[in-house]
């Protein structure tokens, strides 16, 4: 059984950073790719970030790209998103994600087989 919590949210002001920290259990951890999706109230979930399994590949949701940088420390069982130039609209719930293996795409929450808690982040203005 595979068990993801995240951790380092809060609330930050408009233009500040924040960096959410995933710890994952089990020793097939660098196997798989892990993906950040947030969700807002009223919303539906959505993609933020992905990394494949070895960390060279990465992707970003149009509305963070440039903002957020997802990472990986394998030897740690740990992946991260560090979330710069905050917005209000980056408020939400954040989740990490086990991508299923041979899943064909990252962008869909039916791609990945667990999930953490959430972690809130909020932005004000």
């Known amino acids: 059984q595979v068990q993801l919590v995240e951790s380092g949210g809060g609330l930050v002001q408009a233009g500040g950073s924040l960096r959410l920290s995933c710890a994952a259990s089990g020793r097939t951890f660098s196997r798989y790719g892990m993906g950040w999706f947030r969700q807002a109230p009223g919303k539906e979930r959505e993609f933020v970030a992905g990394?494949?399994?070895?960390?060279?590949?990465?992707e970003y949701a149009d509305s963070v790209k440039g903002r957020f940088t997802i990472s990986r420390d394998n030897a740690k069982n740990t992946v991260h998103l560090q979330m710069n130039s905050l917005k209000p609209e980056d408020t939400a719930v954040y989740y990490c994600?086990?991508?299923?293996?041979?899943?064909?795409?990252?962008?869909?929450?039916?791609?990945?087989?667990?999930w953490g808690p959430g972690a809130q982040v909020t932005v004000s203005s």
């Open positions: 994600a086990r991508r299923r293996q041979y899943s064909s795409s990252q962008y869909y929450p039916t791609e990945y087989d667990y």
């Open positions: 990394i494949n399994w070895s960390g060279d590949s990465t």
